[in-house]
């Protein structure tokens, strides 16, 4: 049986698209690129570069998700979106309601209740919406989540997480310092994996939050520090330092009552410490195989979704319960809860 490659568009070419253009390039028994859609003439430009020098003929671009639709919609089967946090929602809205599966770059939607929108037009279309998070794709936070669940590590009382990057350095005029495109500074830019392998990891609802955030002279955070309490009453502890040397870290640690587990806001290593062990040792898991295979394979029904949008729902169910206490002054908040969404 012959397997037809993917048709897929990519809205939004910038850096990280191109990046993911290069790796799609290597797969063309599985993929075909059928369209770009990009209103910004260099970005099209630096994309097309991209196929010529892979020996592809670049495929048309279009400026507008509305242009894309209306001329590509009955030849694509997916659409990769990787554009500005504030165009995620209705973006991947009208692609499920156009009738295309949908790969969405993190974070999925910059508050709770567009995530609640999400779902609700991935259940009625019956689309497949993936977040691409590299944590809840990777093989060390999958094999740790497990873990955790199972109960072989006990019962979880602390998770401390903290992530660092010279990100204001580096982002100051771009427009991830524009807090109406991209919903929130380096806590929800470079930090957003933390917030999602946390919320990941713990697998249950946060019940309350409080924060603190200093913008460093900017319009978004830049340094942020958070604490929060679990449903089941484990505590959490969030650092962000987006003003750092030049540098881009993480250490996450999940303190149970039977093993300490540490690994990375993108899954980039996975240890345990046992009751009785002196030391942490690298748990084995299986191989990497990238984000648009993964995508790849839930949509053949390979693997269940690793990354739905329940995920997304929980991370920004936190966000915004930081976002109100740190508005606040640091303020406890309660945070929204809904178990029959939080079955993920």
């Known amino acids: 049986m012959t397997t037809q490659p993917v048709r897929v568009a990519l809205i939004g070419v910038g850096g990280m698209a191109r990046h993911h253009i290069r790796h799609m390039l290597r797969q063309q028994d599985t993929t075909r690129i059928v369209a770009l859609c990009e209103p910004s003439p260099l970005m099209q430009e630096l994309a097309a570069q991209e196929f010529t020098k892979a020996g592809v003929t670049p495929p048309p671009q279009v400026a507008s998700i509305e242009e894309l639709l209306a001329k590509f919609s009955g030849q694509l089967d997916a659409v990769f979106i990787i554009t500005p946090h504030a165009q995620h929602h209705d973006q991947a809205k009208a692609c499920m309601e156009a009738g295309i599966d949908v790969l969405l770059e993190k974070p999925m939607v910059i508050n709770a209740q567009e995530a609640h929108s999400l779902i609700e037009t991935r259940d009625r279309t019956g689309r497949l919406l993936v977040i691409a998070f590299q944590s809840s794709l990777s093989p060390q936070i999958r094999t740790a989540a497990k873990m955790l669940r199972s109960g072989e590590l006990g019962q979880i009382l602390n998770i401390s997480g903290t992530v660092w990057q010279n990100w204001n350095e580096l982002n100051g005029d771009t427009w991830r310092t524009d807090p109406v495109m991209s919903g929130g500074g380096f806590l929800f830019d470079t930090g957003a994996h933390m917030l999602n392998t946390v919320a990941d990891l ?83 898991v299986p191989a990497w195989i990238g984000v648009w295979e993964q995508f790849l394979a839930v949509r053949n029904g390979e693997i269940e979704n690793p990354s739905p949008p329940e995920i997304g729902l929980r991370m920004t169910r936190l966000w915004d319960a930081i976002k109100a206490s740190a508005a606040q002054g640091g303020a406890l908040v309660q945070c929204e809860r809904d178990t029959e969404l939080e079955k993920a």
């Open 202 to 284: 713990a697998g249950e609802n946060f019940l309350e939050v409080a924060a603190f955030m200093d913008n460093r002279g900017r319009q978004v955070d830049i340094l942020s520090a958070v604490i929060g309490r679990l449903e089941s009453g484990a505590m959490v502890t969030i650092s962000a330092c987006g003003d750092t040397i030049p540098s881009c870290a993480s250490d996450v640690r999940v303190f149970c009552t039977k093993a300490i587990l540490r690994t990375g806001v993108w899954g980039e290593r996975l240890e345990v410490q046992r009751f009785g062990r002196k030391q942490l040792r690298k748990v084995p």
